[in-house]
């Protein structure tokens, strides 16, 4: 249990730091900015920061699809309010209602990124064992 979480943790790092690193490449195009490496550091961190409670509120196995959709549903506000305080913490914007609605967008997007991503590895493992299983029992039929 504690390896899978810790290995879930990895993958869901990975994959928001990825996204916000996507969603900062394209703030900063769009407003002409020019980034401080020290921003590099605090998109890790934060990229560490979303994917603690992400890894602790997605890896529940529930059988409830209600249950799962509150959990999401509590997931996505955390995180959304994670990354407003982030950006407040780390001085990258003021927080105005235009900044808030960017965020939103933004966590919209690497939300539906993360998700993609972890849809693609999912379907990418459950064909590999299929093929594994179909060629066990193939096997073990013609024995």
């Not at 290995?7 to 996507?22: E, G, K, M, N, Q």
């Not at 982030?86 to 990258?92: E, Q």
Request: glycine fraction near 2%.
């Amino acid at each position: 249990m504690i390896k899978e979480f810790f290995v879930s943790l990895l993958h869901y790092f990975v994959d928001i730091t990825t996204a916000v690193l996507i969603a900062a490449a394209i703030y900063l195009t769009i407003s002409g900015q020019q980034m401080d490496s020290i921003i590099l550091w605090e998109i890790l961190l934060s990229g560490l920061i979303t994917a603690l409670p992400t890894a602790v509120l997605l890896c529940f196995d529930t059988k409830s699809v209600k249950l799962s959709l509150i959990l999401w549903f509590i997931h996505f506000l955390m995180i959304f309010f994670i990354t407003l305080l982030l950006l407040k913490m780390f001085g990258w914007c003021r927080i105005t209602p235009m900044s808030v609605l960017l965020t939103f967008l933004a966590v919209v997007f690497i939300y539906f990124f993360t998700c993609f991503v972890h849809y693609l590895v999912d379907r990418k493992h459950t064909a590999l064992m299929n093929k594994q299983l179909k060629k066990r029992y193939l096997n073990e039929k013609d024995a």
